[in-house]
């Protein structure tokens, strides 16, 4: 299956501005294919407002988001993979999704999930109960 990331970031997004909230993105800087303003990483990470004010041509397809906007009254086309997006949500109340760096299941052409290194262990079984077991009406 692909992933359901960029599906996932669209929403969002479209919540996010339907409520007239300000979408931010969280963007993991150091990611492959990544074109942003790099003298505004922090700790390798990135917060862009992609409000329809902020931004021109913005773009959230499956496999880019791409938007033009002004950085320090520059303009320049900024280009992230979904993949990159570490989370959307609103800048005025903190809501949205936030995404794992590895939340992506691998899919080795089995249709079956990798191999888990620490599978959940069974439950031991219950200790048979002794007697009969009592009710009582509470009023």
């Known amino acids: 299956m692909i992933s ?3 599906y996932l970031i669209r929403a969002i997004y479209e919540w996010i501005a339907d409520n ?3 979408p931010y993105l969280l963007v993991n800087a150091e990611a492959p294919d ?6 505004y990483v922090q700790d390798g990470r990135i917060i862009l407002n992609v409000s329809p004010q902020a931004v021109r041509d913005l773009e959230l397809s499956n496999e880019w ?3 033009n906007a002004r950085f320090g009254g520059v303009s320049m086309a900024v280009s992230v993979p979904p993949s990159a997006v570490l989370a959307v949500y609103a800048k005025e109340n903190g809501r949205g999704m936030v995404f ?3 939340d992506e299941v691998l ?3 089995t249709g079956t999930e990798p191999p ?13 109960s002794k007697g009969r077991p009592s009710l009582r009406v509470v009023k």
């Open 65 to 67: 988001v791409m938007f």
């Open 34 to 39: 990544v074109t942003i303003p790099g003298q």
């Open 20 to 22: 007239d909230l300000t």
């Open 4 to 6: 359901s990331r960029p």
């Open 107 to 109: 899919d080795d052409g």
């Open 116 to 128: 888990d290194d620490n599978p959940p262990q069974p439950e031991p079984p219950a200790p048979p």
């Open 100 to 102: 794992s760096e590895d």
